[in-house]
């Protein structure tokens, strides 16, 4: 793409610009003023020093009438650049082969350039990006194209909840900055904003984010003050996080010369972009709903809910400030004596039978357990007062001991955060059943602790435990197996000459089938259990996957089991 990277001699290095641009940092584009509109690079140090980590890397430049290439060896060039064809086209193609003596790892994640190259399709509407994995056998493809840009990406992202209203998009220029946004409210709680500087993700915003929250704001509450009928509902003026629940919105600027706070670019610090996104977004948007009057009472109907929620939920969440703060644990929990937190590990079990099982089993010294019982609330259904009020959430958050974070973009209140550095055991391990039941019960604390407790996800404190799904009893000794092929292979291996028939094989159902001895052996002890961690790759895709999975909207999980019943191979029926 592009016009291709210039070849002609270097004024001052007397050799060829492509050489020098991939031999000298700082010698990339954003450094020539009169080279880019605006640049993503981060300190102009790409190119070259992804050929300094290279056993190989070619390079060869389209510029109409010729082909030019220059072939270098770990950062040091072959021959000089030269013509190797004719063409009618323009644009550079890279091609490297990374230094595995130098780079510790050596795979490439095809998730994370699959996530990568969405965001730039949506972000650059009509360019196509094509992704081959060759690796394997089978060969995978990606192609990414938008033809609605910023509005898809919005589409995208709500494809699995329930939205209010289309998604309302628009963009403009002023003094040099292009503003783009796009946003849309789903019936959910929780916010999805996700900002960009020249095509960069700027994770913790800057001012073109501020300047869109405050504009969405002021016209929410602009809209609001002009309806009667809602006034009667709520009359005082909604705040920040009123407005959030439920949003989901993309903001893009092409900036010139940006500024940002930091070396990784996460927060952009143009002062004077705050009031140019300011401005478009409260112009748009109040002409958009003046149009669509009927849009707007659906917003307010969904803010002004959000604002009677928050104020229950401060009252709820003083209770449990208050709770904490005397030192309350829940009577259900069987707590271990060890107090630093990286030795601790925290069973949370599901039904009072395994919890007691459990807490025999269990090393006193650094194992604690709560067990749970009853109906657990699906989160994802459910506004943050009722979750902070739901008696089975409660022994959770108060046993963990770091609050709880209704968790968005929108983090500011300062009674809202979650604090890391008070959690209590620095692994949480989910021991639940190997059947539905138990399946349920993961899933529904999975998404409580990725809505309201991410952090600890992020920090790979959330561990699934994986007790054995048979026991297999061969010449009076016992071998536990935790799926069909390892099952096969005990068998195999230590039942050789014996009629299958005649082993004893126990398929586990419930914890509670195992006595203390066995759970602590097979799913408890450090040195022989197996524990599953859980990570966090890709946020924007786990949200989607959540919400389909635990939202409303029936079609896209019926889809989503049409598709993946294949891959089950224990069918709980």
Same mark, same amino acid.
């Given at each position: 793409n592009?016009r291709?990277?210039?070849?002609?001699?270097?004024?001052?290095?007397?050799k060829?610009?492509?050489?020098v641009?991939?031999?000298q940092l700082h010698?990339g584009?954003k450094?020539?003023?009169?080279?880019y509109?605006?640049s993503?690079g981060?300190?102009g140090?790409?190119v070259?020093?992804v050929?300094?980590l290279?056993?190989t890397?070619?390079v060869?430049v389209?510029?109409a009438?010729t082909?030019?290439q220059?072939?270098?060896?770990?950062?040091?060039p072959?021959?000089?650049v030269?013509?190797v064809?004719?063409?009618?086209r323009f644009?550079?193609?890279v091609?490297f082969?990374?230094?595995y003596?130098i780079?510790?790892e050596?795979?490439?994640?095809?998730?994370?350039l699959?996530?990568r190259?969405?965001?730039?399709?949506f972000?650059?509407?009509?360019?196509?990006?094509t992704?081959i994995?060759?690796?394997?056998?089978?060969?995978?493809?990606?192609i990414?194209?938008?033809?609605?840009?910023?509005a898809e990406?919005?589409?995208y992202?709500?494809q699995?909840?329930h939205?209010?209203?289309?998604e309302i998009?628009?963009e403009g220029?002023k003094d040099?900055?292009?503003v783009?946004?796009a946003l849309q409210?789903?019936?959910k709680?929780?916010?999805?904003?996700?900002?960009f500087?020249?095509?960069?993700?700027?994770?913790?915003?800057?001012t073109h984010?501020?300047?869109?929250k405050?504009a969405l704001?002021?016209t929410?509450?602009?809209?609001?003050?002009?309806?009667?009928k809602?006034?009667?509902k %709520?009359?005082d003026?909604l705040?920040?996080n009123? =407005? *959030?629940?439920? #949003?989901t919105a $993309?903001?893009s600027?092409k900036v010139? +010369?940006p500024?940002?706070e930091?070396q990784t670019?996460m927060k952009?610090g143009?002062?004077?972009v705050?009031g140019i996104?300011?401005s478009l977004v409260?112009e748009?948007?109040n002409?958009?709903?003046?149009e669509?009057p009927? %849009?707007?009472?659906?917003?307010?109907?969904?803010t =002004? *809910?959000?604002? #009677?929620?928050? $104020?229950?939920?401060?009252?709820?969440r +003083?209770?449990i400030r208050?709770r904490?703060e005397g030192?309350g644990?829940?009577?259900k929990?069987?707590?271990?004596s060890e107090?630093?937190?990286?030795?601790?590990?925290?069973?949370?079990?599901?039904?009072d039978?395994a919890g007691?099982s459990?807490?025999?089993?269990?090393?006193r010294?650094?194992?604690?357990?709560l067990?749970?019982?009853g109906?657990?609330l699906?989160?994802?259904k459910a506004q943050?007062y009722?979750v902070l009020?739901?008696?089975?959430?409660?022994?959770?958050?108060?046993t963990i001991g770091a609050g709880?974070?209704?968790?968005n973009n929108?983090i500011?209140d300062?009674?809202?955060?979650?604090?890391l550095?008070?959690?209590r055991y620095?692994r949480?391990?989910i021991m639940?059943d190997?059947?539905?039941?138990?399946?349920h019960?993961?899933?529904?604390?999975?998404t409580f602790?990725?809505?309201y407790m991410r952090?600890i996800?992020?920090?790979g404190?959330?561990y699934?435990?994986?007790p054995?799904?048979?026991?297999?009893?061969i010449k009076?000794?016992?071998?536990y197996?935790f799926?069909?092929?390892e099952?096969?292979?005990?068998?195999?291996e230590?039942?050789?000459?014996i009629?299958e028939?005649?082993?004893p094989?126990?398929?586990?159902?419930g914890l509670?089938?195992?006595?203390?001895?066995?759970?602590?052996?097979?799913t408890?002890?450090p040195?022989?259990?197996f524990?599953s961690?859980?990570?966090?790759?890709d946020?924007?895709?786990?949200?989607?996957?959540?919400s389909m999975?635990m939202?409303?909207e029936?079609e896209?999980?019926r889809?989503?089991?049409d598709?993946?019943?294949?891959?089950v191979?224990?069918l709980d029926?």
């Open positions: 592009g291709g990277i210039p070849v002609d001699e270097h004024p001052t290095e007397h060829s610009t492509l050489e641009v991939l031999t010698a584009g450094f020539d003023k009169g080279a509109k605006v993503g981060l300190h140090v790409g070259s020093c050929n300094a290279s056993e890397m070619t060869s389209y510029r009438p082909i030019y220059q072939v270098y060896h770990k950062g040091i072959a021959a000089p030269a013509p064809g004719e063409t009618d644009g550079t193609v091609t082969t990374p230094d003596s780079m510790e050596n795979e490439f994640s095809f998730e994370t699959v996530t190259f969405r965001e730039l399709a972000l650059n509407k009509g360019i196509k990006i992704l994995d060759k690796r394997e056998e089978k060969i995978k493809q990606e990414f194209h938008s033809e609605g840009g910023l990406f919005v589409t992202l709500n699995y909840k939205v209010l209203f289309p998009a628009f220029i040099g900055v292009t783009e946004v409210y789903n019936d709680y929780d916010e999805k904003v996700i900002s500087v020249n095509n960069i993700n700027t994770r913790e915003g800057g984010l501020s300047g869109f405050y704001l002021r929410i509450n602009n809209q609001l003050q002009k309806n009667a809602m006034l009667k %709520y009359s003026k705040e920040s009123d =407005i *959030s629940e439920g #949003l $993309i903001v600027v010139p +010369e500024q940002f930091g670019k952009l143009n002062s004077n705050y996104v300011s409260y748009n948007l002409n958009y709903f003046d669509f009927a %849009y707007m009472d659906i917003l307010l109907e969904k =002004i *809910s959000a604002a #009677l929620g928050r $104020i229950a939920a401060r009252k709820a +003083e209770q208050k904490s030192g644990l829940p009577g929990l069987s707590d271990c107090k630093d937190p990286a030795k601790c590990e925290v069973f949370i079990v599901e039904g039978s007691g459990a807490k025999q089993g269990r090393d010294r650094t194992q604690a357990i067990p749970l019982w109906k657990m699906n989160v994802e943050e009722r009020g739901n008696d089975k959430l409660q022994p959770v958050i108060s709880i974070t209704r968790y929108n500011n300062e009674e809202q955060v979650f604090d550095s008070k959690v620095h949480v391990i639940a190997a059947d539905v039941d138990g399946s019960i993961r899933t529904l604390l999975l602790f990725f809505r952090p996800i992020e920090a404190y959330v699934f435990a994986m054995p799904l048979y026991k297999i009893t009076n000794k016992p071998y197996a799926d069909e092929d099952k096969k292979k005990i068998i195999e230590y039942g050789a000459g009629d028939a005649k082993i094989i126990q398929r586990y159902k509670g089938e195992m006595n203390p001895e066995q759970l602590w052996e097979t408890m002890n040195e022989t259990r524990i961690r859980i990570h966090l790759k946020a924007e895709e786990a949200d989607r996957v959540f999975l939202g409303e029936v896209p999980r889809e989503f089991i598709q993946n019943a294949v891959y191979s224990n029926v």
